[in-house]
């Protein structure tokens, strides 16, 4: 089994930064891709950076230059900093990662489309 938590969020103004967390747990071999994901309640949930296991990143045009995603591979944990907050950047921010070979019961299996349980991000002056 694979487990997501994220940690970090709060309540920040406009203009302030803050720094998202997410550990993997598990017997965990590998994780190709784990990424952020945004949802404002009512609206689909909504990708904002990504990162491989080869380092390659990815952002959402509206996160780009202002969010850097990153990841400890030894650690099976990846974190997003996120600086220059606006108002619009208030939602629930979930961990995700995408294949994860891990170890159960003596096999080598992959889950799939893995989520973490959200953190509230609220930007407010």
């Known amino acids: 089994q694979v487990q997501l938590v994220e940690s970090g969020g709060g309540s920040v103004r406009p203009g302030g930064s803050l720094t998202l967390s997410c550990v993997a747990s598990g017997s965990i071999l590998d994780i190709d891709t784990m990424g952020w994901y945004r949802q404002v309640?009512?609206?689909?949930?909504?990708?904002?950076?990504?990162?491989?296991?080869?380092?390659?990143?990815?952002?959402?045009?509206?996160?780009?230059?202002?969010?850097?995603?990153?990841?400890?591979?030894?650690k099976n944990t990846t974190f997003l900093l996120m600086n220059s907050l606006k108002p619009e950047d208030t939602a629930v921010y979930y961990c995700h990662a995408d294949r994860v070979v891990i170890v159960y019961d003596s096999r080598v299996i992959t889950m799939i489309n893995q989520w973490g349980q959200g953190t509230q991000v609220t930007v407010s002056s």
Not at 45 to 53: F, G, K, W, Y
Not at 56 to 70: D, H, V
């Open 41 to 74: 309640a009512g609206e689909q949930r909504e990708l904002v950076a990504s990162i491989t296991n080869k380092g390659s990143t990815n952002y959402a045009t509206t996160t780009e230059g202002r969010f850097t995603i990153s990841r400890d591979y030894a």
